[in-house]
């Protein structure tokens, strides 16, 4: 194929190669189809020529970004994860300034967290300076409904896309505290939005409470949490900490649209 090349005024660079350009439009749309269409939908939705559709799709095809399906649909594919998740990485080590701040002021460990195939998988820790104190490795993957920071990026979805999430991972219990019916969890969701910050109240693990905050913005949903002993977390605790996670939050979330 012809490698296409764009001019631009643009200020960090006088050249784009347009076809890097499309197939990165094309890889955008097939994520907002869902993951899975077809090349007449995906045609429609990038406005793109056909011969021009089918041409990168052999491309990505080749190099594992997309696969073709039984159904000769195309989907997302499998060489996309480790992309995305060293992408996901590296956003997290931008946070850890903003993070090491709230520990100084609040003196519990902070997580910022990303959701990846419906699931919570943390990012990045600043860890707390006391003895006892919440360690979580960077890396692990938990459940949206058991966590606070799944449960603040949740509220930021529609619904209906909650529920897809819950009913795709299951909800089973992590403590006997833990809410497992998706009804009980989607009532809470608007409470959680309109006051800005949820809570994991021993939800996750026994003698842990945890706050969290969605970021507002960002290439994916993410957000932060601080994780305590009981003893520390409480009520008081959560009214002094949340403008401080918000305002952090939001700097984080400048930091990423920048980046």
Sequence with gaps: MKEEVRNTDSPRGSQRVQVVERAFALLDCLVKLGGSASAGELKSASGLAGPTVHRLLHTLIGLGMVRQTAERRYALGANLVPLGEGATRQLGGLAVPQMQSLVAELGESV??????SEMVVYIAQAPSPHS???FTEVGRRAYMHSTGVGKAMLATMPAERAREVLMATGMPAMTPKTLTKPEA??????????QGYALDDEEQEL????LAVALPQGPTRMGLSISGPTARMDDAFVRHAVPLMTRAAAEISRRLTRS
Excluded: D
């Design 111 to 116: 997580n910022m967290a990303a959701m990846e």
């Design 132 to 134: 006892m104190r919440m």
């Design 185 to 194: 969890l989607l009532e809470q969701l608007p409470v959680i939005a309109a």
């Design 207 to 210: 003698g842990v409470r945890c």
